[in-house]
């Protein structure tokens, strides 16, 4: 099994970018044999492996390593891909480096992800034997219950613009990452496109991200049968940060039958 590394990050002279996983061709979670990528061009890393067969799912996350040596991880958990699931042996992992803003941060803590903002409904991708697949992927855990994210864009596989024929994205146990897949066959021009929020209930695209439409070409690859995975980094939120109002008790101040709360 192929598996190429991209990933888009500006350095500075004497930097590095390496990938370090669970795999031994990624150094088993050992930094001083982790994978060295190569720079080709404004800000692209890239390299390549093989991979056994049997293994089911890898772990990895990129570190850059500075002009001194020392290693400095991308922010968050570690980022994993099931193999098992796939049914081609050329994936091709397409990322950005892992930086969200502070206000960000907070919404991948436990009490967010399992709780405030975890869907309420089982949202599972199905699965499809596609011989040339796309899969956009990103990481939203800012959701409420009644909402799913989808995907919007210029080409007829992500509705042409129709805010009535979006791509619906999933999540499933992965959460609060979602993705979705598309025929990569027919794609002959870049595709330009938005995330949206989907409302589960009204059955309608009812929030599409802010900002210039984003944008990705499906590079020219000669196998016969693969799998893209393009990976976005932080939806675009048009009403700003997320707000909300609570009252904080000191439970030894409450007052009961035994005590008078104070301490």
Known sequence: MKLYFEIQYHTQPGQNIMVCGSADALGNWNLSNALKLHY??????????????????????????????????????????????????????????????????VFYSSAFEKNLMRPLHSLKAKKTNRKKTLRFQIQVPR??????????????????????????????????????????SPIKEPIYYKYGIYDIKKKELVTIEEGEDRYFEVPKLKEDQFLVTKSDQSFRYPLGNWKAAGVAVPVFSLRTESGFGVG
Not at 40 to 61: F, H, P, Q, R, V
Not at 63 to 83: A, T
Not at 147 to 170: A, M, R, V
């Open 143 to 184: 959701i409420g219950g009644d909402y799913q994210l989808c995907l919007i864009g210029n080409i007829p596989e992500l509705g042409s613009w129709d805010t009535k024929n979006p791509l619906l994205l999933t999540c499933g146990d992965n959460f609060p990452q979602w993705s979705g897949e598309i025929n990569a």
């Open 40 to 105: 080709e061009s404004e800000g692209k890393w890239s390299a390549e492996i093989e991979l056994k067969s049997e293994t089911d799912n890898i772990e990895y996350k990129y570190c850059l390593i500075d002009q001194n040596g020392e290693g400095h991880w991308e922010w968050g958990k570690n980022r994993y891909f099931s193999l098992k699931e796939v049914e081609t042996e050329n994936i091709y992992l397409i990322e950005n480096w892992r930086a969200p803003q502070n206000e960000e941060k």
